[in-house]
């Protein structure tokens, strides 16, 4: 149980365009769900905290004009990278909280964004 | 700010070693503290998660510690195997449901 997916896996795009990530909670449903993104060797960083049918909570440092996150069911998070650049090039996250769980989030298996 | 710090950064051990990671947290006002493992290109697995109440969790060769006071945990691996070679991080959930990562500990174990 407690299955994340993401789609794509990976994506290369270019400069200028819109790339749009999902992220599924396959068997259980989620109020709120996160969009972490990882540079080599470094840590996640939490991008921002979306709740089911409500705006996201960005991160300090994260435009949200420029990453749109749409939370429109208990089982589906997207996150939109808008007029991509090279910059944007990273492996983006999602995970997801149950709705009665025990403060855990369950994460997807990631995307690789290359924006050439 | 919720601060993790992951020591050492890199490690290798040959084959059968037992394997001791380190991770501390600025902030001793957690709500769990969780270990995963990432293989390199892909998510994360989740190996263990130790309730702030709880002192350690165990797995068959792994065993996760938690001192809150302190602001430490630390994850043993009995009797490492090649496919233990990874990317261990340490999350620590606070605050309002953030998860604060510290960057991993890369771990080579050598046949």
């Known amino acids: 149980g407690a299955v994340v997916s993401q789609h794509p896996s990976r994506v290369i795009c270019k400069s200028g365009t819109s790339v749009k990530i999902e992220c599924r909670s396959l068997?259980?449903?989620?109020?709120?769900m996160f969009w972490y993104r990882q540079f080599p060797k470094q840590s996640l960083m939490l991008m921002a905290t979306?709740?089911?049918?409500?705006?996201?909570?960005?991160e300090q440092g994260v435009e949200k004009d420029k990453f749109l996150i749409n939370h429109a069911s208990l089982t589906l998070s997207t996150l939109t990278v808008t007029s991509a650049h090279p910059e944007d090039s990273s492996f983006y996250i999602c995970?997801?909280?149950?709705?009665?769980?025990?403060?855990?989030?369950?994460f997807g298996p990631g995307t690789r964004l290359t924006v050439l | 700010k919720q601060e993790v710090t992951q020591i050492p950064a890199a490690l290798s051990v040959p084959e059968g070693e037992n394997l001791v990671l380190n991770c501390s947290f600025t902030d001793s006002a957690i709500y769990n503290l969780q270990w995963f493992r990432q293989d390199p290109g892909k998510g994360l697995t989740s190996l263990l998660l130790i309730q702030s109440s709880q002192r350690e969790q165990t797995s068959g060769r792994l065993n996760a510690s938690l001192d809150k006071s302190s602001g430490r945990s630390t994850l043993y691996i009995a009797a490492s195997q090649p496919g233990d070679s990874a990317t261990y991080l340490c999350?620590?959930?606070?605050?309002?449901?953030?998860?604060?990562f510290g960057k991993g500990n890369q771990v080579v174990v050598i046949p």
């Open positions: 999350a620590v959930l606070y605050g309002n449901n953030r998860l604060a």
């Open positions: 995970s997801a909280r149950e709705i009665a769980g025990v403060n855990e989030q369950f």
């Open positions: 068997d259980f449903q989620a109020t709120t």
């Open positions: 979306s709740n089911e049918g409500s705006k996201a909570t960005y």
